[in-house]
């Protein structure tokens, strides 16, 4: 029986002063999502804009400098009596133009679908 409650991932980040190259995706959650998530954000608290990748290769989003951007998934499930939801595993990817200063972060939200 589902729970009635939203948890959160432990937050994930990445400091951009290490993105070194500009064609490079870097991963901000290595080991990917722990949970399938209903939302995530991403939080750009650094001085470069950022692209986004879920799959490390092609470009997907985009996250302005000192921004965020949500991706409320079940908002979107059509019908409306199912679940939308980022896939457990998923890993998360950021490239810069260049190096910067400040970290990215990756938050992400979950309903225990299982009861446990």
Known sequence: ?????????????????TMSSSTTFYAINSAGLTKPCSL???VNNSNQDM?????GTNAHDFCPKASEIQ??????????SNMALIAQ????????ASAGMG????AGYY??????
């Open 1 to 17: 029986m589902s729970k009635n409650y939203v948890q959160a991932l432990v937050l994930a980040s990445i400091d951009s002063s």
């Open 40 to 42: 995530i954000r991403i």
């Open 51 to 55: 692209t986004i990748s879920y799959d």
């Open 71 to 80: 991706l409320p998934f079940q908002s979107n499930a059509q019908p409306n």
């Open 89 to 96: 595993g998923t890993v998360v990817y950021v490239k810069a």
């Open 103 to 106: 970290l990215v972060y990756l």
């Open 111 to 116: 309903q225990d679908l299982k009861g446990s």
